[in-house]
């Protein structure tokens, strides 16, 4: 039996035709043991004033990345109607049963966001909300931006992150979005991306799109979540939807991973002694730390070395780690060609 074909089950509780602030729901039907006759609210905000340009702001993709969502709850009641020339759409906590539950995947059904997309209509929660982003909520906007964090396994160096589409015109949007937002170091996703992230629904849909990641470590550290504040107020003005100077920033240093296996993963499971941190330089064949097997105190420790040089774009932050673990993520410096400058 096939299922209908519905536009979306996510009814919004906001109008977005409408001029002035709202706050509402993105209202997602999944009836579970917990709500079995009712709805799992997601909160949206509303700011719209003027004919200017419509800005998509979600964080809290993953549970466990707070400095987003600290950051836009702060910056939507402290933003002012009569600053906005446009309209600004704002998901703090796109996946609020992650966020709940501090937890990376949706405790619903176990499912990642960013891995989520096209979604599916007819699908489970994520997969339901996933959609209504793509299919509804992407088509109406001039821009995006996803603010994530390394969350409890990892810690980032601040950065912005491009999609490197083959659409030049798009690409050197997503380039001109990466470097309004002023973070150190932007991160190009070529190769490398999931076709299944929200940078990769914003590219199926021909519009503008950066996503951050910010720090880690799963708690709200100041100094991300003031970078991540302060980079979408930035961009706000780069898009022209609230006035002012774009202050400018030390210029960027833009790097994409070019390869998997420069990245240092666990070779085993036991205590991970990292002798490095995020914004390190890697080069290849230095020590990076000690796998201490801690089970098996009888087995002598084994140094790890760098398989590959450039920076550390993450580092796990794990102390017990499993076979296969990321432990550094290693970036390569990568020649721009969006004339943009360095
Ligand atoms: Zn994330």
């Known amino acids: 039996m096939s299922s209908p074909n519905i536009a979306s089950r996510v009814r919004a509780t906001v109008d977005l035709s409408l001029q002035g602030r709202q706050v509402g729901s993105l209202v997602v039907t999944h009836s579970d043991n917990r709500q079995p006759l009712g709805h799992y609210p997601v909160p949206v905000i509303v700011m719209a004033g003027g004919k200017g340009p419509t800005v998509l702001l979600i964080g809290g993709v993953h549970g466990d990345e707070f400095e987003g969502p600290a950051a836009l709850m702060h910056m939507a009641q402290s933003l002012s109607l009569?600053?906005?020339?446009?309209?600004?759409?704002?998901?703090?906590?796109?996946?609020?049963?992650?966020?709940?539950?501090?937890?990376?995947?949706?405790p619903l059904d176990g499912v990642n966001m960013n891995r989520a997309f096209p979604g599916d209509a007819n699908g489970g929660p994520t997969a339901m909300l996933a959609h209504y982003i793509e299919e509804v909520l992407l088509p109406q906007c001039n821009a995006a931006i996803d603010l994530h964090a390394g969350g409890k396994a990892s810690v980032f160096v601040p950065s912005a992150l491009a999609t490197r589409v083959s659409d030049q015109s798009l690409y050197e949007k997503n380039m001109g979005l990466a470097r309004a937002f002023g973070a150190?170091?932007?991160?190009?996703?070529?190769?490398?991306?999931?076709?299944?992230?929200?940078?990769?629904?914003?590219?199926?849909?021909?519009?503008?799109?950066?996503?951050?990641?910010?720090?880690?470590?799963?708690?709200?550290?100041?100094?991300d979540r003031d970078l991540a504040e302060q980079g979408v107020r930035r961009c706000l003005a780069f898009l022209g939807i609230t006035g002012g100077m774009i202050e400018t920033h030390p210029?960027?240093?833009?790097?994409?991973?070019?390869?998997?296996d420069d990245n240092l993963y666990a070779p085993a499971r036991g205590i991970f002694d990292r002798r490095f941190k995020?914004?390190?330089?890697?080069?290849?064949?230095?020590?990076?730390?000690?796998?201490?097997?801690?089970?098996?105190?009888?087995?002598?420790?084994?140094?790890?070395?760098?398989?590959?040089?450039?920076?550390?774009?993450?580092?796990?932050?794990?102390?017990?780690?499993?076979?296969?673990?990321?432990?550094?993520?290693?970036?390569?410096?990568?020649?721009?060609?969006?004339?943009?400058?360095?």
């Open 82 to 106: 009569d600053e906005i020339n446009g309209r600004i759409i704002i998901l703090p906590a796109l996946n609020l049963p992650a966020i709940s539950a501090s937890s990376r995947v949706s």
């Open 184 to 223: 150190p170091v932007i991160w190009q996703l070529g190769g490398y991306n999931d076709n299944r992230s929200v940078n990769a629904a914003a590219a199926r849909k021909g519009i503008p799109m950066i996503a951050a990641e910010l720090g880690g470590g799963g708690g709200c550290t100041p100094q």
């Open 251 to 260: 210029p960027p240093r833009v790097v994409s991973v070019a390869s998997a």
């Open 278 to 342: 995020a914004g390190d330089e890697a080069v290849a064949g230095q020590p990076a730390g000690w796998m201490h097997f801690i089970e098996e105190p009888e087995r002598p420790s084994v140094a790890l070395t760098f398989p590959g040089s450039g920076l550390v774009l993450a580092h796990g932050n794990r102390g017990m780690v499993e076979r296969g673990e990321l432990l550094a993520l290693i970036a390569g410096d990568v020649d721009t060609d969006d004339g943009g400058g360095a």
